[in-house]
């Protein structure tokens, strides 16, 4: 049973434009959202995280749009750059329990030139 | 940039052979995580403690793979006799332990069994 589901696998946009990923989630519970970025050879690293309190977070280019009550949410790259060329997962967990993290099976975002 | 360091980088085992690794959390993290990242991306939490002591574990990571944390030196996970569905990236992975906060996740080391 996929508990973080993210509906494309990959997803290609021109730079410059704007990338949307998009995730949905089955467990009421869960209340931390952390997007992680992970490229070839590497292990993922932290993007941008929300928390079910908010409906949207923003750090430069990044923006997290939250909905809690359809259980969704989705990451926007604005500007999209070749260097954001990588796998995007989104993850989710019960924040208060140090919980472990739940990731979604990721997209591939490629960015053309 | 995470410092959680991860040895070996590749490890290529027989099937049935012993396969050990090696994780050195972030300094100041009580809390470590052990994932197993497929080919398909599907990451599976396998283990966590909190400084020394076992805090979640699955009931694969209690049958043929151990873990351990000591006080000063590296934390490892081993698995005892490893089957080809045991091939993947290995993520290690250190935090506060605090809540709603950030897994800093190692490179992995990619074990391959043949």
């Known amino acids: 049973q996929q508990q973080v589901r993210q509906s494309s696998q990959s997803l290609t946009v021109w730079e410059g434009e704007t990338a949307i990923l998009n995730c949905s989630y089955e467990?009421?519970?869960?209340?931390?959202f952390p997007w992680y970025q992970q490229f070839p050879g590497e292990g993922p690293a932290l993007l941008i995280a929300?928390?079910?309190?908010?409906d949207k977070k923003e750090d430069g280019r990044f923006t997290i749009f939250f909905n809690k009550r359809e259980k969704n949410l989705s990451l926007h790259i604005k500007d999209s750059q070749p260097g954001d060329s990588a796998t995007y997962f989104c993850?989710?967990?019960?924040?208060?329990?140090?919980?472990?993290?739940?990731f979604g099976q990721g997209t591939k975002l490629s960015i053309k030139p | 940039n995470s410092k959680v360091i991860q040895t070996p980088r590749y490890l290529v085992k027989g099937q049935g052979q012993k396969a050990k690794m090696r994780c050195i959390p972030e300094k100041g993290h009580p809390v470590v995580f052990w994932y197993q990242q497929n080919k398909n991306n599907e990451f599976k939490f396998l283990i966590n403690f909190q400084n020394q002591e076992v805090l979640q574990q699955i009931d694969m990571t209690e049958k043929r793979f151990s873990a351990e944390c000591p006080s000063n030196s590296p934390c490892s996970l081993e698995i005892q006799s490893s089957e080809a569905g045991d091939s993947a990236l290995y993520l290690c992975?250190?935090?506060?332990?605090?809540?709603?906060?950030?897994?800093?996740f190692g490179s992995g080391t990619r074990l391959t069994v043949l």
């Open positions: 993850a989710a967990s019960v924040g208060y329990n140090q919980g472990k993290l739940i």
């Open positions: 929300i928390r079910s309190v908010s």
């Open positions: 992975a250190s935090s506060l332990g605090q809540g709603w906060e950030t897994l800093y």
């Open positions: 467990n009421s519970a869960f209340d931390y």
